[in-house]
């Protein structure tokens, strides 16, 4: 059984003086356990590198597109 995934975050800086630290629990353990699953599988391996490689390729082209088209906007001739 996997352990529950959980965040703590502590707040010193309290108007009333005290220090505070509230805990925060993943919703279901089984959801945190399929994204985990998910996660690991598509982010380590060679899927992860692919998905690296797709991510970065898709990236450059977004980027290059809006580029081109602001550009093209920008010094369109009147």
């Not at 059984?1 to 629990?25: F, I, K, L, N, T």
């Not at 919703?27 to 590198?49: M, Q």
């Amino acid at each position: 059984m996997q352990p529950q995934e959980s965040g703590v975050h502590y707040s010193r800086w309290d108007d009333r003086g005290r220090d505070e630290v509230h805990v925060v629990a993943a919703s279901s353990p089984e959801e945190a356990w399929t994204w985990e699953r998910i996660s690991r599988k598509l982010c380590s391996g060679k899927l992860g590198i692919a998905m690296k490689v797709l991510g970065g390729l898709a990236l450059f082209w977004a980027v290059f597109i809006l580029g081109y088209l602001t550009g093209y906007y920008v010094h369109k001739c009147k």
